[in-house]
């Protein structure tokens, strides 16, 4: 199943440019990066072990990370507690993990069922702020159990090839408690982390959950 027309032509549109990212590398601080590094997947490390408890306290057996970028910890070994697993699964102790990001051909397709978790780390922000609601409920319709987002809340360092910003929608801390209080309140079946930072690269990550 594709993901057809459903979001808005903007939307597309930076799929476009990720895609172009993905093959050709991204411009940080006036240097480009490479293509391998790109989008790949590490901003996820941070978290890892926060998924595992909340996998374990919601008993959940599948897993659809949406906007995996390059995937890196699903595809490689990782080091936890100075123990070696196979990746990402493997740690988890999950029986099924989706990956879905649509500037990624290899993940590009769209899922076409609901896994007991859906992570989303460092993606809305990249989002265009009138998709934004249509993406988010998107993920909580996938979701049999929890979702987990972290959220940007500054511009980042890198430009798109058309040269603006990788980060589309720049928001405070109010404005997401807003933006989240009535999805919440409509799948209240679904447990919700929002957790919110501003780790830049150049300073001391500050975190901070807000649900």
Known sequence: MNIGNKFSQEYYNLINQYKHAHKNGIKKNNQLLSKDITFDGKSLRPWIKHIKDLIKFTNSKSILDY?????????????????????????????????????????????????????????????????????????????????????????????????????QTVKNEKWWKNFFSPITDEFKHIKCIVILTDLDGRSSNKVKRII
Do not use: M
């Open 67 to 167: 906007g995996c970028g390059k995937a890196k910890f699903y595809n490689n070994k990782i080091s936890i507690n100075e123990k070696i697993y196979k990746n990402i699964s493997e740690y988890w102790k999950i029986d099924e993990i989706r990956l879905f990001d649509p500037g990624v051909k290899q993940y590009e397709i769209y899922p076409n069922k609901n896994y007991d978790g859906v992570i989303c780390t460092d993606v809305l922000e990249h989002i265009h702020l009138a998709d934004l609601n249509l993406v988010v409920e998107d993920i909580f319709n996938f979701s049999n159990k929890f979702v987990f987002f972290v959220i940007s809340t500054i511009l980042d360092q890198k430009l798109l090839f058309d040269g603006r910003n990788v980060h």
